[in-house]
């Protein structure tokens, strides 16, 4: 029961991880263009499924955003709200694998998590290398290295820090 409401109270925070700057004025437009993918570590060993031809490189995706403190934004809440899902989740794989008492799920789980964790820092870390604004980089680098200082390990993540970390990127977005 305890560990329920632990995933409960994670998966809520992390939730909220990924909608603050989704709330500013950027949100309101329902029809904008879609954002160009951050490049992460395993985006770079393999290509994404179904990208055609035209599809823009992670370079290219990167120039579009440099300098560019909206686009960040928005990139930095989507980033966040898919981090946020890939966390809750990894948290219960590791519970249900560590309940299955199989070693080899509990090590594969683990693996998964820690792989999602570093991409999740790899990515607010080339945002913060892109931004121009001095808050909006500080607040990205500083995410950035909270979320390395996870160590792969998602039962380390602390609602109040998350919800600081939050506040921090809202406020360089110019949304709170």
């Known amino acids: 029961m305890r560990r329920l409401l632990s ?18 004025k950027a949100a309101e437009n329902t029809t904008a263009a879609p954002l160009p993918a951050i490049s992460t570590p395993a985006a770079a060993s393999a290509p994404a499924a179904g990208a055609s031809a035209g599809a ?4 290219e995706a990167d120039a579009a955003l440099s300098g560019n403190t909206a686009a960040i934004c928005q990139q930095a ?17 590791l519970i249900d694998a560590e309940s299955s008492q199989d070693k080899d799920l509990v090590l594969k789980a683990k693996q998964k998590t820690a ?19 001095a808050k909006l980089k500080a607040a990205l680098a ?3 290295s909270q979320v390395t200082a ?27």
């Open 150 to 176: 996870l160590k792969g390990d998602v039962r380390k993540i602390n609602a109040e820090r998350l919800a600081k970390l939050q506040a921090t990127l809202d406020k360089a977005c110019g949304n709170g």
């Open 56 to 59: 823009a490189l992670p370079g």
């Open 115 to 133: 792989r999602d964790v570093e991409n999740y820092s790899f990515a607010l870390k080339d945002m913060s290398k892109l931004a121009a604004d």
């Open 142 to 144: 500083d995410m950035g």
């Open 77 to 93: 809440a989507k980033t966040g709200g898919d981090a946020a899902k890939n966390f809750a989740q990894d948290l219960k794989l």
């Open 7 to 24: 995933v409960t109270a994670v998966s809520g925070a992390l939730l909220l991880l990924g909608t603050g700057c989704s709330s500013g």
